[in-house]
């Protein structure tokens, strides 16, 4: 059974960073895609950003030139870096992780929350 586990969110005033950490109970190159979703009060789950086994990295616009993901590998662990923080980012982040290269993949974490306010 796959497990994903999040870490790294709080609490940050606008304009600050965090870095959110998903570590994998399993190697991440075993994924075709591990990516970042993110979940705010009332309105549906959306993807943030995404990661491929090859290494292609993809941003939503609401995020590009603010929001870096990235992977060690050998920590088998995957990374959300977080600048320039609006209030608007304010969500649960989840990491998800799938084989087949459907989006989103079966595998979840249990979220972890970002509030972004003074």
């Known amino acids: 059974q796959a497990q994903l586990v999040e870490s790294g969110g709080g609490l940050v005033q606008p304009g600050g960073s965090l870095r959110l950490s998903c570590a994998a109970s399993?190697?991440?190159?075993?994924?075709?895609?591990i990516g970042w979703y993110r979940q705010a009060l009332g309105k549906q789950r959306e993807l943030v950003a995404l990661?491929?086994?090859?290494?292609?990295?993809n941003h939503v616009d609401s995020v590009k030139g603010r929001f870096t993901i990235s992977r060690d590998n050998a920590r088998n662990t995957v990374y959300l870096q977080m600048n320039s923080l609006k209030p608007e980012d304010t969500a649960v982040y989840y990491c998800?992780?799938?084989?087949?290269?459907?989006?989103?993949?079966?595998?979840w974490g249990q979220g972890t929350q970002v509030t972004v306010s003074s």
């Open positions: 399993r190697s991440i190159l075993y994924y075709s895609n």
């Open positions: 990661i491929t086994r090859g290494g292609v990295t």
């Open positions: 998800n992780a799938g084989v087949s290269g459907t989006l989103p993949g079966p595998y």
